[in-house]
């Protein structure tokens, strides 16, 4: 059974990121960010989400031991919302207060090819609730989707599976949440 | 896929583990606390008391139809009536999550009091996930204190038993309609009632202001729904808000409060969008409000807004 683990940064939504991959009949657990990376290594888990996370802690301050996960973990990884801020800021990219923050519905644009898109359209509605966002892409990091109002919805590491959603995968109301998931699925599993 | 059986029959072995003597069950006859009962009743049987309280801000003919269920239920029950200890604790409290914590603390003052009398150990809540994700803690922000979480006082004397602590409304519902329980579709209803549809100070008058408000939403609604002019929303209410306009009534000059309509789709109320409601159908409702409390009431107000940014209740 593959096994994806859910690392709570605190965020309102980490219980349905653990309830979608439930659902997917994935083996998958919430734990804590403060847990030590070698008892993570030891579950030989096949994927991370980094959850979403309290007011402003992807802007600043750290996400518990999400750094050290980074450079250790070399697995499948989705960071999501104050997540993937984190992820941007750890490999040398810039997070600012959005000019205009984006809260529920909002429309994602993809504007390139990958494997996280399977069976999911160039222009979908997502579920979103952000105060900040990612303003500059770390190198070897590429962008591959926006929203009206956000530029960087979508960051991917250029040889790793490892990823950054700005919007909510996990919420109901986001079109092709589960899609997203099962794709992620697929690739920890091929890894 | 979530499977009700499943979930039945491992929690009732749960149960039975857990809890080791007479037991109380905060009943509000709603679907969380009504599938507990069930699933706390088949563990334990009548060591199980099921206790409903009145607290007055309660909608219109909800404890009658609380007393049948516990009856339909075969439950061994408690009704309390506390509605002067409710109001006389809100008196002049506006802020909301005063409010919630009041309520919280009132409620458990009450359990206690009955496990004393009782001898009771353990007291079962039909909390679900949102509840205690939204009350927040050292770690995630407070959303908003529920009552049965957040605004638990920390002195508490009864250990607590919640069967439901990793569910979402829609499994709840599908478990409920595994248990074959009348309450299965019932919309959701907070437990602090109607002192959260009230902005500012709940008084008694207010509550009936409000409740009278509530009672036309949900009747309007569902008979719309029955007809097949809209789906019934996930919730449907009416909030009194503090604020007052000018209106004309009568060739003359009114100065009321204003109502706001409520209405929005969801499955687990992490996120919402607001309901459709065709246009009729909320002129229908916005005309009985403004003829019913005229004297009141001379303006509502529908609201357009998604969770996030806003939540389904006001407060």
Known sequence: ?191 | MFKSEKFIEETIKKIRQDIKGRTLIAFSGGVDSTVCASLVNKAIGDNLIAVNVDTGYMRKNEPESIKKLMEHMKLNYRFIDASDMFFESLKGVFDPEEKRKIIGENFIRIFENVAKDEKIEYLVQGTIAPDWIESGDDFRDTIKSHHNVGGLPEDMNLKLIEPLRDLYKDEVRKVARSLKLIVSEKQPFPGPGLAIRILGEATRERTQIVREACDIVEKEIENAAKNNNMELPWQYFAVLLPTKSVGVQGDKRAYGFVIAIRAVQSIDAMTCVFSKIPSDIIEKISNKITNNLGNKINRVVYDITNKPPGTVEWE
């Open chain 1, 1 to 191: 059974m593959t096994k994806i683990f859910v690392i709570d940064n605190g965020g309102q939504w980490t219980h349905r990121e653990w309830r979608t991959l439930k659902y997917l009949d994935v083996d998958t657990k919430i734990i804590q960010n403060t847990t030590p990376v070698k008892e993570i290594l030891n579950e030989k888990v096949n994927g991370l989400v980094l959850s979403g996370g309290s007011p402003r802690i992807g802007l600043e301050g750290n996400l518990g031991n999400c750094a050290e996960i980074l450079d250790k973990v070399e697995i499948p990884i989705i960071g999501i919302c104050a997540g993937h801020q984190f992820i941007a800021r750890h490999y040398g990219g810039k997070v600012e207060p959005s000019k205009i923050p984006e809260f529920g519905k909002v429309e994602l644009i993809i504007f390139e090819k990958d494997p996280i898109f399977n069976n999911i359209v160039k222009k979908s509605i997502v579920w979103e609730s952000h105060n900040d966002e990612v303003t500059k892409i770390p190198n070897n990091f590429i962008n591959l989707a926006n929203s009206e109002n956000c530029e960087i919805q979508i960051i991917k590491h250029k040889d790793k599976s490892l990823y950054g959603f700005q919007f909510h995968p996990e919420v109901e109301h986001t079109e092709y949440g589960i899609q997203f998931f099962k794709n992620f699925i697929k690739l920890c599993e091929s890894n």
